[in-house]
């Protein structure tokens, strides 16, 4: 079952953009992680944020987590054209063990 | 390090046929979950073994069966194919204590 639910399902953005993206789950968690996949290949890490921690940057990521409305987003600032691809959030749920549980996932298309 | 390796990279079967993937974690990585990805129902998690061991399972038919063996290499067997089985078939592994999956390029099975 999906836990993690993004929005908006699409987002289309001019390259220099920022693009921001919201998930939202259901059950106590672990940490909260984010993937990028390209073209239906493997999927990429970007960025994990503990249940204990409420915002984190890497690079022009930057994630946020409120454990309280159970919702995240990540905001990927000054967006370029190889940025386009699905962006995943991902939960990992208290004593599921190494089980992440996905959202169905955001395009992001970032125009030239 | 070298990343996670699956084979094959394609695979086309036909109903009521079984396959076997394969997949090779990052070197040191104890961990490795598998993962199915469809159009209609997005990621969701198959099993997951640690050290030869199954420690956590999805909702999936007995048809779907995995092993890890002492070199932390994994395979996943589908039994009698059916055409839903049709996806992509993703692996990760993760070290020891880490929160983080690293995902391979997954394997596509076509099931005609």
């Known amino acids: 079952s999906q836990q993690g639910e993004e929005d908006p399902q699409a987002l289309s953005i001019q390259e220099g953009e920022n693009a921001t993206m919201n998930c939202s789950y259901k059950?106590?968690?672990?940490?909260l992680q984010w993937y990028r996949q390209n073209s239906g290949r493997g999927l990429v890490h970007l960025i994990l944020i503990r249940s204990n921690e409420r915002e984190k940057h890497s690079g022009r990521l930057r994630v946020t987590l409120d454990t309280s409305k159970k919702s995240s987003s990540l905001l990927i600032t000054a967006s370029r054209a190889a940025d386009t691809a699905s962006y995943f959030c991902a939960t990992d749920e208290t004593g599921a063990n190494s089980k992440l549980t996905f959202g169905k996932g955001i395009t992001l298309s970032v125009r030239p | 390090k070298a990343g996670v390796t699956q084979t094959p990279r394609y695979l086309i079967k036909t109903r009521g046929q079984q396959v076997t993937l394969s997949c090779s974690p990052i070197s040191g990585h104890r961990s490795v979950s598998w993962y199915q990805q469809t159009p209609g129902q997005g990621l969701q998690f198959l099993f997951e073994y640690f050290s030869e061991t199954q420690r956590n399972k999805g909702n999936f038919p007995g048809r779907f069966s995995g092993r890890q063996f002492s070199n932390s290499r994994s395979e996943m067997n589908v039994s009698t194919l059916e055409l839903g089985d049709s996806a992509l078939y993703l692996c990760a592994s993760s070290p020891i204590g880490g929160d983080t999956q690293y995902f391979g390029p997954g394997t596509r099975l076509t099931v005609l």
């Open positions: 059950t106590s968690i672990n940490n």
